[in-house]
Structure formats: C-alpha cells, structure tokens
C-alpha cells in the first residue's frame, strides 16, 4: 500500500482509512493500493497518464485538492476545496482504475453510479447517465474513462461527491452536498462507505453486466415520467433504461434509445404519451 492514510491539506491532516480499504479491497483485487496526494491536476488524468506508461496495477487514487478536474462531455469539474478550504474538505474526489474485460461495457456508468447512491443514502437519486442528484440539485459525479494497451482494458472511475456546502460557481441550480442528508459525515467517512461496494460492483458488471442492476436504476431513476430534451433536440417522456442501460424516451415517433446523447429535464408539467 503505498498510501499512508495521512496528507496534508493547508497545514491540517486529513486521515484518509487507506489502510482500512486495502484490507477490505485487497483480497479481492490482488495488487492493489490506495495512494492519497494533497494536490494533482485530475485523478482521472493522473491515472489515464500512468496506463498509457504501462501501469496498470488496481489502484484508488484520491486528491484532497484538484488543480483542473474534469468532467464529462469536456467539462471542467470544480469543487469547494479549489478555494483553499482544506480540511474543511468539501468536496470527496478519486479515481478508481483498474483492468476490465467486461463482454460488454455499456451500463458501466449507471452500475458505478447505482452503487455510489446505494452506498450514500436511499433518497439519492440517479440522473442517466451517472449524476448523483438530490431534490432537484446535482450531488455527485463521475467519470468513466478507458485505456488500451495491447489486450488490456484498463478502467479509470472517477468519483466526485459534494460533502460540505458548495459555492454555487454561477450554476443556476446551486449544488447539493452529501452532509445536508448525514450532518456528521465528513470525505474520509465517506470514501470508506463508497470504495468496497464499488470494487464489488464493477467486478460484479464485469461478470454480469447492467441487466441484473435495472430494477434498481428504476427505483432511483431521476428522470422516469419526466419529460425530457436530448442534446439533439429531441424531446419525449423518459421512460427507464434498458438490459444495456439505454435511456427509453417514449417520443411522437416511437420510443427511442439513446445511447449517448446528453438528456436535460424541460421545465414544465409531464406530457401524457404512456
Ligand atoms: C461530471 O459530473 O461531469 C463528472 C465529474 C467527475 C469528477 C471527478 S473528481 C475525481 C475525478 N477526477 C477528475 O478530474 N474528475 C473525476
């Protein structure tokens, strides 16, 4: 383990459980560690930077402080502890990389993210793909990326979970944090509940695939009877996800499956096609 379980964060320790989630991990996932730095550009980055030089052993990776975070479709990702807030620690982030050879990869996001909510708390919901929502307001998020090299697939899952209270940045709909649904819950905390269900999960859709965890993405699903606006402009009434994790929009010309597009709720009250 190459994680101490301690960093510095302005001039405050953070005690991070490294060594409690090697032992739960390691059994199962032979070569892992767990790694805590206090700053790096993006845990994605960082790990993506070290599979593209041939290092592919399991390893959880976790930043108290990003310089340029990532999110998806491109996105920046920032959180409370840009400001310098350190051990106030506002925000959890890490990434979890690891080789996969699933038969087939879709649903990998909504099974990250199922676990994730299912792991936080029951009122959490899922937002297709991946986002962690709660009562109307984004909570979390993550981002799946892949390397290949040669016959090996190497997953990197990244995690960012709002714990304290956020700035809102100019977003028009102010973030949730975690600590708003468990008041004492702090980033160490938090990264102990998330990691070993995680691990299982993954190696469990790795086996498996989505089609076991779809009654359970309903329960969450944000977005089931909403109507909704793709990226592409389509609009319809979200309608659940399919074996493979494809949003069902039940739209005037049929029900469609959408893959990839980018899926935003419309303002305004649910349209009637069943
Ligand atoms: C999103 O909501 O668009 C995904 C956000 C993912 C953020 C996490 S924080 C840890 C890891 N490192 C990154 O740069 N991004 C992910």
């Known amino acids: 383990m190459s994680g101490k379980g301690l960093a510095e964060a302005g001039n405050t320790p953070i005690q991070w459980p490294s060594e409690a989630i090697w032992e739960a991990v390691s059994p199962r996932l032979p070569g892992f560690s767990v790694e805590v730095l206090p700053e790096i550009d993006s845990t994605n980055t960082e790990l993506m930077r070290r599979a593209r030089a041939g290092q592919i052993d399991p390893v959880l990776l976790v930043a108290e402080r990003q310089t340029a975070g990532r999110g998806r479709l491109g996105r920046r990702w920032f959180s409370g502890n840009d400001a310098g807030l350190g051990a106030l620690s506002p925000s959890l982030m890490f990434s979890l ?6 038969q087939d990869w879709s649903g990998l996001s909504l099974a990250v993210g199922l676990s994730i909510v299912e792991s936080l708390h029951p009122d959490l919901q899922l937002k297709w793909p991946n986002d962690v929502w709660w009562q109307s307001r984004k909570l979390a998020g993550i981002l799946i990326e892949t390397a290949s090299l040669g016959d090996v697939r190497f997953a990197v899952v990244g995690v960012g979970i709002n ?8 977003l028009s709909t102010p973030p949730a944090s975690l600590s708003e649904l468990l ?7 938090t990264l102990e509940r998330v990691v070993d269900p995680l691990v299982r999960a993954i190696q ?16 969450r699903d944000l977005l089931y009877g909403q109507t909704v606006r ?15 994790g494809a949003l069902l929009v039940h739209t005037e010309t049929g029900l469609k499956k959408i893959t990839s597009a980018e899926v935003s709720v419309r303002p305004g009250p649910p349209a009637n096609p069943s």
């Not at 469990?204 to 329960?219: I, T």
């Open 204 to 219: 469990q859709f790795e086996v498996q695939g989505f089609s076991p965890l779809r009654a359970a993405f309903h329960g």
């Open 230 to 244: 793709c990226s592409d402009g389509m609009t319809g009434v979200a309608r659940g996800v399919d074996a493979g």
């Open 97 to 102: 990389g690891l080789p996969l050879t699933p």
């Open 163 to 170: 714990i304290g209270p956020q700035d809102g940045q100019g």
């Open 183 to 189: 008041p004492a819950i702090d980033a160490p905390a």
